[in-house]
């Protein structure tokens, strides 16, 4: 109910009338010289029925408010909302003018554009406290007499089920019935109002702030957990008028399924909290739950906005038929989740579509906390295994620390500004995932095109006439077909003739998306071994992979029509499946807008960023991701500001905790995100002060390219030697593929997924969640790389190629220093003279053994030793001298897990492994070191 203060207000609960003497009068409370229109007779208060006894009465100003000034007077501060001082002064000054007759005083109120509540008092003690009643007495309850200045909100537009059948029964009123299309409520405002607030400063809007994130809060999730409800779900179902006559109609409202009355309990207790602070008019006992979809104010603003003057007269329209049509009408169910704070102002609109949120408050906290209503057998469960966690870890040596548990009893909410976003870390899922997958796909799918003679690693070896010309990305596509003499335009003729790149491939692209199953393709990348993946949602030709509320002014719905959510529908698939969703968007070039198909980044001005952050809003809510991956640049229009604001906004409220944002922003001088975004390359030296992310398609481009062959395509060799090497040095892979235009992966880049999934399937334990072994700085070469776990309790060794030279000496030489540490215990070839210290209580050698430390590892083996032995806790499984096995060319395993055990001694120890080579398979690439603690 009531959208308030814009140009798309849907009904204010009471009109915009201050009475004035004997007369009420429509005000513009937006105007700068309100206090100029305030016209109060002070003959309606009678100030000498509280003069009688005034001197009996204690003073309620602390003398510590008194501050002493010349003469032998005092000054006192007293708080008046600003906007009452025109109130307080009255016409002509004669309020004010009467309370410093009366009481001696002196008052001075601050300058109009101050907007401070100060009001000055300067007099006796005495006839300050006389004047303090007064002025008290003088602007208590006008507070009611004014508009609302706020109100609170349940959002219904999160709901992307209720905005499109919201949509669709639109569409189908106005073939039905002749209506003005204006009547109609915007789709992304959609929403129940709770209830409107009179708030006459900053200090009480503070106030509403801290009570939504304390009373409101405990006794929303109070009721919840009395209830045991932790979600409160909603039907809209058919709709209503507001007046009793059908034919006469001003608004038409969605009638809201509550039967259990759960939403109607909670905001009438809502309210009940801000009338006791007199924050809300205590006039309705009972709060009205609607949502307002057709309004005939809609239409007088939207003329008003035309420059046509408003008569304030009622427009009604013909409802009856229209309602009893719809009596039921389906919009569908939503998770009603959080209370929004809102201020009624002009233009009072969010990026997205929806009005400003000041703050707001989660319905679903009890979902993240221990609820009170938990029982007394489950509280004890919980002590008790916590109690055992902790001891089992204590017993193990592990270090806490408050920093790494931090994440556990909150997530820190960050304001919109570079002190504040620049405390902000990459989460740690994201430093533990360690690869992704990339998805370009869109429009230029269907072409599939590019040359293949550059790749973007010479970019800077080629003259820009020639790199865009014969530009290896296919999604360049758009861009480089317009090129004179370039391949993709010879392609474009031959194949597409003259039609444009829109028409070719808008129609062709919703005909191939039916086909697609998002739960195939996130099935492949989960095989694969990635955790995360991120989606194109918007690349450079501006074609959306989602169906936007945002227009695009420079384009015809038929050339952004998409007919499938491809960015909805493989959200719930990725998510469904255990990884985390990313989007990307193209923020730095959209050539649907004029000016911008050179392949140069444009500075856009106001009306494309405008355009572009709502996106990001409308992106971020409707579908949640983790990660906001855009590129290129943004537009410069308020750049900072905005942008700060989107990533306050992302932190704090779509994915607490667990968001995090890329860096091509180009922001100057200011918070630019959390990780770095190498391009086709790989830092050269450990690097873990910064998070960084190496992206790459699979072939030369990152779209699909029909011309990309077997030498045009990372082997699956190395692509599982550039994921090593990028994670010994503290980066994440997001490694790219180009889905064909139905949604399929290429033969040649599923088996490339394929592969590497079957290798991380056995050593994804020397990557997940592992940490550079080597210190930040260090140049990683060679033929071994090196990873230790996050607890530092194992060092991984990679070994990249099996017949390198340096591996064929039989010799794996670690550089590798622990202080007041030796190896006591290790497999070493006889033969070799390098050898680590013996500790005096390990006599007994066991270099000629090699122990497992899986089962089934050592299972592979035909001499395995049905043989288990406990060293330090730990069990494993040992075979005879290493020189006599083979290994099966098949078994895809690691090809050894050498348990070394480390004791106090020689402090800086040289440490050396020998190892002899069995065969050369391209899955067996770690040897895992089992550091435990020393004794």
Known sequence: MGVFGDDSDQGILRPAIIKCGQNCRFMDYSSPRMEEQEDYDSGNINYDEYDEDYNDEPSCIPETALKPVAGGKFEYIQEVPYVLHGVLNGFQGKNIKRIQTDCNVKVQLPHRNSKSDDVRIIGSRQGIDKASTQIELLVDGKRFNRPMTHFLTFRLSKSD??????????????????????????????????????????????????????????????????????????????????????????????????????????????????????????????????????????????????????????????????VRDYENYDFGKIVIDEVLFHENAENNKAPDGYYKTIDSCDLLYCRDICSQKMSLCRIEIFIAVAAFALCYLLLQGYNFNQKAFAHLYTHKTYEPSLASLSKHDAPMWWKDSKFGIFIHWGLYSVPGFAPTEYMWSERENVDNVTWFKNHPYAEWYMNTYRIKGSPSREFHKKNFGKESYMDAFVPRFNQAISEWEPKNMAALFKSAGAKYAVLTSKHHDGFT???????????????????????????????????????????????????????????????????????????????????????????????????????????????????????????????????????????????????????????????????????????????????????????????????????????????????????????????????????????????????????????????????????????????????????????????????????????????????????????????????????????????????????????????????????????????????????????????????????
């Open 161 to 322: 089920g209720i905005m499109e059948k919201f949509q669709t029964w639109k569409q189908e009123v106005l073939g039905k019935f002749a209506f003005d299309e204006r009547l109609f409520q915007s789709p992304s405002k959609l929403h129940l109002t709770i209830g409107v607030l009179h708030l006459l400063s900053q200090k009480e809007i503070n106030r509403v702030q801290e009570l939504l994130n304390g009373r409101v809060k405990e006794t929303i999730n109070s009721l919840l957990a009395d209830l045991e409800l932790q979600e409160v779900k909603l039907n809209m179902e058919g709709i209503e008028i507001m007046n009793d006559d059908p034919y006469m109609t001003d608004v038409v409202y969605a009638k809201i399924s509550d039967p259990d009355e759960v939403l109607q309990n909670i905001s009438e207790e809502i309210m009940n909290i801000f009338k006791e602070e007199e924050l809300a008019e205590a006039k309705y006992n009972r709060v009205k739950i609607h949502c307002t979809v057709m309004n005939s104010k809609f239409v007088r603003k939207a003329e008003e906005k035309l420059g046509k003057k408003n008569d304030r007269t009622r427009h009604t329209y013909d409802a009856s038929q229209m």
């Open 545 to 935: 992979l989602w169906p936007s509320n945002v227009p695009n002014p420079y384009r015809s719905p038929e050339h952004t029509a998409i007919e499938r959510d491809l960015v909805g529908e493989l959200g719930k698939a990725i998510k469904h499946s255990g990884m985390k969703y990313g989007l990307y968007y193209s923020g730095g070039l959209d050539w649907s807008f004029p000016g911008s198909l050179d392949g140069k980044c444009k500075d856009y001005d106001e009306e494309y960023s405008n355009y572009a952050t709502s996106h990001l809003y409308e992106l971020m809510e409707r579908y949640k991701p983790c990660i906001l991956w855009n590129d290129i640049n943004f537009p410069d229009y308020e750049k900072n500001e905005r942008l700060y604001e989107v990533f306050a906004h992302f932190y704090s409220k779509v994915c607490p905790g667990h968001g995090i944002v890329n860096n091509r922003w180009q922001i100057k001088n200011g918070f630019n995100g959390d990780f770095l975004t190498p391009e086709y390359q790989i830092q050269d030296v450990v690097n873990t002060t910064q998070p960084w992310e190496t992206t790459r398609g699979i072939g030369f481009s990152f779209g699909y390219n029909r011309n990309e062959g077997e030498k045009e395509t990372m082997s699956s060799v190395d692509i599982v030697k550039m994921l090593i090497d990028i994670v010994s040095k503290g980066g994440n892979l997001l490694l790219d593929v180009g889905p064909l235009p139905n949604g399929s992966i290429s033969a040649i880049q599923e088996r490339r997924l394929r592969d590497v999934g079957a290798w991380m399937s056995i050593n994804s334990e020397g990557i997940y969640h592992s940490r550079p072994f080597l210190p930040d700085g260090a140049i990683p070469t060679g033929n071994f790389r090196y990873v230790r776990s996050k607890d530092y309790m194992a060092l991984y060794v990679h070994v990249l190629d099996w017949d390198h030279s340096s591996f064929k000496k039989g010799v794996i030489d670690i550089p590798m220093k622990l202080k007041g540490f030796v190896i006591v215990e290790q497999f070493i070839n006889p033969n070799s003279q390098k050898r680590a210290a013996s500790n005096p209580k390990k006599r007994q050698n066991r270099s000629s053994w090699c122990s497992f430390h899986r089962k089934e590892d050592a299972d592979c083996f035909p001499n395995f030793h049905a043989k288990t032995a406990s060293q330090g806790g730990h069990d494993h499984w040992f075979l005879k001298p290493f020189e006599k096995l083979s290994m099966p060319a098949t078994h895809y395993t690691s090809m050894c897990y050498l348990i070394i055990y480390i004791y106090p001694s020689v402090p800086q120890p040289q440490i050396f492994c020998s190892i002899r080579v069995i065969n050369n398979i391209y899955s067996s690439y770690f040897i895992l070191f089992h550091l435990f603690p020393p004794e």
